[in-house]
Nanobody
Framework: QVQLVESGGGLVQAGGSLRLSCAASGRTFSSSAMGWFRQAPGKEREFVAT????????AYADSVKGRFTISRDNAKNTVSLQMNSLKPEDTALYYC?????????????????WGQGTQVTVSS
């Protein structure tokens, strides 16, 4: 079992930055891929970024590539998402998720554990 708690969301102006954090509990964290997804009102949940169990492999949605960076600290059981050059279209509820795999899945259905989400709002 993995329990996930996100933090760091808020209101920011376009062009600004935010850093999301996800604190995980559970013994399987270090062997799980970790991902960030987001869901805007009226839209489906979409993949944002993922990092492998070791932190050595990452993948990003095209819409955030070059602006967002995912990282993890297995010693602290945390995963972070640094978001720079934010745009109004980045506004969404951001979820942290864990997948029991050594791959780097980009599909929500491949993740078994989810946090409650943290709201990110980018004003124009």
């Amino acid at each position: 079992q993995v329990q996930l708690v996100e933090s760091g969301g808020g209101l920011v102006q376009a062009g600004g930055s935010l850093r999301l954090s996800c604190a995980a509990s559970g013994r399987t964290f270090s062997s799980s891929a970790m991902g960030w997804f987001r869901q805007a009102p009226g839209k489906e949940r979409e993949f944002v970024a993922t990092v492998s169990w070791s932190g050595g492999i990452t993948a990003y949605a095209d819409s955030v590539k070059g602006r967002f960076t995912i990282s993890r600290d297995n010693a602290k059981n945390t995963v972070s998402l640094q978001m720079n050059s934010l745009k109004p279209e980045d506004t969404a509820l951001y979820y942290c998720a864990a997948a029991r795999t050594f791959a780097v899945p980009t599909t929500a259905s491949d993740y078994q554990y989810w946090g409650q989400g943290t709201q990110v709002t980018v004003s124009s």
